[in-house]
């Protein structure tokens, strides 16, 4: 039974689609060895006794040398563990990953399979105008990596073809799509409501927050507008200064900011309190316009209606509007023209639970990965 590896730069914590997969994996009775880096943002730390996980230290706020140095340690470590273990196949996650698994598949075994799995997607001006260190990784994967990939995934169909367009030369048929879908045990969360008849209608909020790239201004203003009809919390770890600023000096307490966040193991006995999940996204970057964020499926699997910024393209395929819960396209820029009260009737509108799960978003890939 051959070894495994997975190369995750970035916190797995910070990546609840990275953990679901990880907890799958270690279903498989293989040997799978995990690197990554610690969090430091105070969350709680993610454990499997069936999987070796090594961590290193994180980059911070610190100078330009320190962080460099963490890097170089980051992928030395990795290489060196990677030269122990001599996995197989290997899975890695975004550019910040990709160092020590060049030198690996290049130098040392060349019949490794190398996965790549891509959480966002990052446009060659985005990469043209990053560190030297990712220009320099995003080059050893173009030249190289992507060239010997036996598997390359994004999170939905649209990202895959922007890639495409930007590496027009790849093979098609190694790439595949893998959406962001929570753990099959949320589906015992699910508590639609088939009818709205309380007051207020409570809204909810989970994930990073700035001020520049969604319209959490606009829409606590609205909020604050509806004189306690509508109440809106707020469970962000991860905000802009301006952002916090704001929300804590936003009048009354229709508005909550809970900054801790929330452990995303909590999420479904929280969202069991609220009636619509909010995604507001300014859409500002094909990233965030080509989008379906991991939240929207949360939020449905939970019962939670949802509305969706107008400028979000990625989430328009999953427009519902005939069943509960829905999917519905907000114009935030607009809300004064918003009659919410008539959105959320919902009398005689069938209940259709959704079925996303992260079983059925990983099992192709966990197939390959472990075959």
């Not at 962080?67 to 001599?86: A, E, S």
């Not at 173009?142 to 590496?167: C, G």
């Not at 009818?195 to 609205?222: D, M, N, Q």
């Not at 328009?316 to 519905?328: K, L, T």
Request: aromatic share 16%; proline share 5%.
């Amino acid at each position: 039974m051959g070894n495994l590896a997975v190369v995750h730069y970035q916190p797995l914590e910070f990546y609840p689609p990275a953990i679901n997969l990880l907890e799958l994996l270690a279903n498989e009775n293989r040997n799978i060895t995990v690197f990554t880096t610690h969090n430091n943002k105070g969350r709680a730390v993610f454990r499997n006794d069936k999987i070796c996980i090594y961590r290193y230290a994180s980059s911070g706020k610190e100078i330009a040398l320190i962080r460099y140095l963490k890097y170089l340690h980051f992928n030395f470590q990795v290489l060196i563990r990677l030269l122990q273990i001599r996995p197989e196949s290997v899975l890695y996650f975004e550019t910040w990953s990709a160092l020590p698994i060049y030198w690996y598949k290049r130098f040392v075994n060349r019949k490794a399979n190398i996965f790549i799995h891509c959480h966002e997607y990052f446009p060659p001006d985005w990469y043209n105008s990053s560190s030297p260190f990712m220009r320099y990784n995003h080059r050893k994967e173009v030249k190289y990596l992507y060239q010997k990939a036996k598997w390359i995934s994004h999170t939905n169909e649209d990202r895959i073809e922007l890639f495409l367009k930007d590496h027009p030369h790849l093979d098609r048929s190694i790439f595949r799509v893998v959406p962001n879908y929570p753990p099959a045990s949320w589906q015992n969360a699910f508590s639609a409501k088939s009818e709205y008849i309380g007051r207020p209608l409570k809204c909810v909020y989970i994930g990073s927050l700035s001020i520049h790239a969604t319209y959490v201004k606009e829409f606590c203003e609205w909020i604050i507008s509806q004189k306690g009809e509508v109440t809106f919390d707020i469970y962000s770890y991860n905000l802009s200064d301006d952002a916090k600023n704001f929300l804590e000096g936003c009048p009354g307490d229709c508005i909550r900011l809970f900054a801790d966040g929330i452990e995303y193991n909590k999420i479904p006995e929280l969202l069991r309190h609220y009636d619509v999940g909010i995604l507001f996204y300014k859409a500002t970057t094909p990233n965030f316009k080509f989008n379906a964020p991991n939240k929207l499926f949360e939020y449905l699997t939970c019962g939670l209606d949802v509305w969706f910024s107008k400028e979000m393209l990625g989430v328009y395929s999953y427009i519902r509007e005939d069943a509960i819960p829905r999917v519905i396209k907000i114009d935030y820029s607009r809300l004064g023209e918003f009659d919410w009260k008539s959105v959320v009737i919902k009398r005689e509108l069938p209940v259709k639970r959704p079925t996303y799960t992260s079983i059925e978003a990983f099992e192709k890939l966990i197939a390959e990965f472990c075959g």
